[in-house]
């Protein structure tokens, strides 16, 4: 079987099972919707690689592929949770919400829960508004320079962040003149690292050259692109 498509596992030293998440949300209940994400990227791209296609990380853009992987947080800490459960409402905010706290779980925009999302970037994430809440962080890596193809690394979650920002948190980008690019605000990341539910120990070991050039090329590839905001 390719490379590519291997199932990464977590790492048992990477998690602070003592951290101290909002609404009872627990350290093992992430571990549980991450292990759904590497269950499902191996299952789908197995089947996609033997019938001819690319992976999904190949065949996907960028900010769709950032749309699925933030879709399947969410639904693997909403299946495993006793407390928390994904927002009913369709494009609800937040992601998650308390039980019971909204009718039928259901709330176009509200005050409690946690807003989720994922990036392959580790700085630079944005959204829409300044916003005041809880944000969950999902940085994960993809290979898509390694050629061939079939070394290329399987995808992985590498750091889960999670802390309540303020609206002050944020820096408006807005947008250049004549850019149809819709404004955004960008997160400062201080309060989120210093919040860290899972790291990849070998995350903080230094970039190769070979790495800084695929992140470069991405970064390149997704200019203007809403991926940070999925």
């Known amino acids: 079987m390719p490379k590519y498509i291997d199932r990464p596992m977590l790492h048992p030293k990477g998690f602070d099972e003592a951290i101290e998440l909002p609404y009872g949300l627990r350290a093992s209940e992430i571990k549980a919707a ?37 879709e399947l947080f969410v639904a693997g800490v909403s299946k495993r949770s006793a407390t928390i459960i994904a927002n009913q409402y369709h494009n609800g905010r937040p992601d998650l919400i308390p039980r019971g706290v909204y009718p039928d779980d259901k709330c176009p ?93 070998a995350y903080g070991a230094a970039p190769s050259k070979k790495k800084e050039a695929v992140e470069a090329e991405i970064v390149a590839r997704d200019e203007g692109s809403p991926e940070q905001q999925a």
């Open 34 to 70: 991450i292990d759904d994400i590497y269950d499902f990227l191996y299952t789908m791209n197995k089947f996609m690689v033997e019938h001819g296609w690319e992976r999904l990380e190949e065949t996907l853009s960028a900010a769709t592929f950032s749309g699925v992987i933030s």
């Open 109 to 201: 925009r509200g005050d409690e829960g946690i807003e989720v999302k994922a990036s392959r970037r580790s700085a630079g994430w944005q959204g829409h508004n300044k916003e005041s809440g809880w944000l969950m962080m999902c940085q994960y890596s993809v290979d898509i320079g390694t050629e061939p193809a079939s070394e290329r690394e399987p995808t992985r979650v590498v750091r889960v962040l999670c802390a309540r920002l303020d609206e002050s948190d944020w820096s408006f980008s807005g947008r250049k003149e004549g850019s149809r690019r819709t404004p955004t605000a960008t997160i400062s990341k201080v309060k989120l690292i210093a919040s860290v539910v899972y790291l990849e120990p």
